[in-house]
């Protein structure tokens, strides 16, 4: 019998290296000698075959990569049938000597391929067990004890993240966890990015913490959506399904809650609030995964293929030197930056630059009279609330206003809204020529007992001056900044406030957003942990985010540079990354971010190629692939 090395690299995204896990276990159970390498293929050894899923274990920088005799004496596991014709675990998967699969859809294109291909049956895994309902002085273990009420572990993609902002207004009263790796037509997630998605021991603590994982949003193979509601089912987590999911051995109505995809939310919050009935459902699941099929089998066909491929490929030959980490990662960096950077188009780069010019000169300031005592571009209180000099607050909620006199008293309802109760409302008016102000003052006199106080300066002076003015007046420690256009839901500041309490040396924290269009759900955003090498590829968090009021002004707040108009937020990511300072995902929906045509963006969107090249000039080490350093947190009484 050969030794098996499951190769589960580090970076890996998928399924399949759930299901390689879990058939590693199985394996082993089943008197195999097996390693398991999370550091790419080893060096080639005799009587050796190698289990890999083909989407996780190629192209990891810094990881050896197999040379073709190790993919003759190979076993490829996929979990589901190819995306599309160049999916590359596909492409990977045709060169090994043999694969394992439980989508039959992918047998068939294997098989087809010249592939030795077993087609096999998912089951409860030795790897899943450690939950026991009767663990809690000897009777059933209740719902209560978990701290995440609703989890989802979905695919990111277009119609899973418009279902998704589509829940935020009722899942907002929630702990939730809203994860999931990025889709990508034609690839899998960068290689050299930490998984987006809870795997292994990590993925089973996140499904044993939780009530109940919603299944069967629409973008999911079968394969998966059985994988995933097994391990949840066999960690004791209730489900909730949508229509047409195959979840054999797990049957609708009795073991699982069935539900519409657009109505997943409805369900699983009625479940919360009836906990017998989700104590029912969740024991009638671990009921029947214990007493249904098992993995075993499909180690044995594992098992069975590897001996194949051993005696079919004889003996090892030395392989040659893969090419080094630099040179992967590299091409992938050259890749990523010929789809983010195109040459720039001469009538869009003309079109921005007019526009900019327009917003030069609005915020150009005139000659002043004898008369003024102040600099136009000063900042001077006009207005506070009765409730403002007496306050202490923690958090201190900035938002910059220019004009949208039509949307900001909805902003500014949300922050009143708020659960937490330290806090503050800083706003400051950017010289606007509508009748913004004036809707802040009626909002401030309404609202006397919220600390209020409103700023304005006669000369236009953009979004990073006005942001850094508020966080030098800012007195609470935290600073939230909203944008006059989006909203809060009422839980948003305290569950931000709690994840930064949690990890002193996270800078800030931020968490998923529902996009919308005139209130119609549009997507998600902000929806990846942090990971500096990902700002590579393009800003994926938002402005609305909470940030450690020292962090921001030890950085030197947010640039006033108007080639980088509209990417404020996006340079102070980039700087924060610099100096090793991190952020945080809170993987809720707790924030709604408004799309409108008069967005500043539409004006950055002309042409990006200017801003590119001034922010890879700025932070080499961060968008151009040097080490970054790392930034230890200081001790809670020092400054950041």
């Not at 201190?396 to 900001?408: G, I, K, Q, R």
């Not at 007195?475 to 309490?501: H, K, S, V």
Request: net charge neutral; glycine share 8%; with cysteine.
């Amino acid at each position: 019998m050969p030794r098996l090395v499951f190769v589960n690299a580090a970076g890996a995204l998928s399924d399949a290296g759930e299901l390689l896990l879990a058939l590693a276990a199985e394996a082993r159970e089943l008197g195999a000698e097996v390693e398991v390498s999370t550091a790419g293929f080893p060096g080639p050894q005799e009587d050796e075959v190698y289990v890999f899923a083909p989407g996780d274990a190629f192209g990891v920088p810094g990881q050896p990569q197999p040379s073709s005799a190790q993919l003759r004496r190979s076993v490829a596991v996929c979990e589901a049938a190819p995306a599309g014709p160049l999916d590359s675990a596909y492409l990977h998967a045709r060169r090994a000597g043999a694969a394992l699969t439980p989508d039959p859809t992918g047998a068939a294109l294997l098989r087809r391929r010249g592939v030795p291909t077993a087609e096999i049956k998912l089951g409860l895994s030795v790897a899943w067990n450690g939950w026991d309902p009767a663990s809690v002085n000897g009777a059933p273990a209740g719902p209560e004890e978990r701290p995440v009420e609703v989890a989802c572990i979905a695919v990111r993609g277009v119609e899973n993240d418009r279902l998704l902002a589509s829940f935020a207004p009722t899942l907002w009263r929630r702990r939730s966890c809203l994860l999931g790796p990025p889709r990508r037509a034609g690839a899998t997630s960068a290689p050299d990015h930490p998984p987006a998605l809870p795997r292994g021991r990590e993925r089973l603590e996140l499904l044993r913490g939780s009530k109940l994982l919603l299944i069967g949003l629409g973008e999911e193979s079968p394969p998966v959506e059985r994988l995933r509601a097994l391990q949840a089912a066999a960690s004791g987590a209730a489900l909730a399904a949508g229509h047409g999911c195959e979840l054999d051995p797990l049957l609708p109505g009795a073991h699982l809650a069935p539900a519409e995809p657009r109505n997943l939310a409805f369900v699983a919050d009625r479940l919360l609030r009836e906990p017998e009935r989700l104590l029912a459902l969740r024991d009638a699941a671990f009921e029947a995964v214990q007493g249904g099929p098992r993995l075993r089998p499909g180690a044995e066909r594992l098992l069975e293929l590897a001996e194949r491929v051993a005696a079919s490929q004889g003996r090892l030959r030395p392989r040659a030197l893969a090419a080094s980490a630099q040179d992967a990662l590299s091409a992938a960096r050259n890749r990523a930056r010929r789809r983010l950077a195109p040459p720039p188009n001469p009538a869009r780069v003309e079109q921005k630059r007019r526009a900019l010019e327009g917003i030069a000169d609005r915020r150009a300031v005139s000659v002043r009279s004898p008369d003024d005592t102040l600099d136009p571009r000063h900042a001077a209180v006009l207005a506070k609330t009765p409730s403002y000099s007496s306050a202490e607050p923690r958090i201190s909620v900035c938002v910059p206003l220019y004009e949208h006199a039509d949307v900001l008293a909805r902003a500014l309802e949300s922050v009143a809204g708020s659960e937490h109760p330290a806090t503050e409302l800083l706003i400051l008016d950017d010289a606007s020529r509508g009748p913004s102000v004036a809707v802040a003052r009626s909002f401030l006199e309404a609202h006397p007992w919220l600390p209020a106080l409103l700023l304005g300066r006669r000369v236009n002076q953009g979004l990073g001056r006005g942001r850094t003015d508020m966080a030098r007046v800012a007195r609470g420690e935290l600073l939230f900044m909203l944008d006059a256009d989006n909203e809060l839901y009422p839980t948003a500041l305290g569950r931000l406030a709690g994840a930064l309490d949690g990890d002193p040396g996270a800078a800030f924290a931020y968490s998923l957003i529902e996009a919308h269009t005139g209130g119609r759900p549009r997507g998600l955003l902000s929806g990846l942990p942090w990971d500096p090498r990902r700002l590579r590829e393009g800003n994926y968090i938002d402005a609305m985010a909470m940030v450690r009021r020292s962090a921001l002004l030890t950085a030197g707040g947010y640039t006033e540079d108007l080639r980088l108009h509209g990417w404020e937020d996006f340079d102070l990511w980039c700087r924060f990354a610099a100096r090793g300072m991190r952020g945080l995902l809170v993987p809720e929906i707790l924030c709604r971010y408004s799309f409108g045509e008069e967005s500043m963006i539409s004006v950055t969107n002309l042409d990006s190629s200017e801003a590119w090249d001034l922010l890879r000039r700025r932070y080499p080490g961060v968008l151009g692939g040097a080490p970054l350093p790392e930034w230890p947190p200081p001790p809670p009484d020092q400054p950041l």
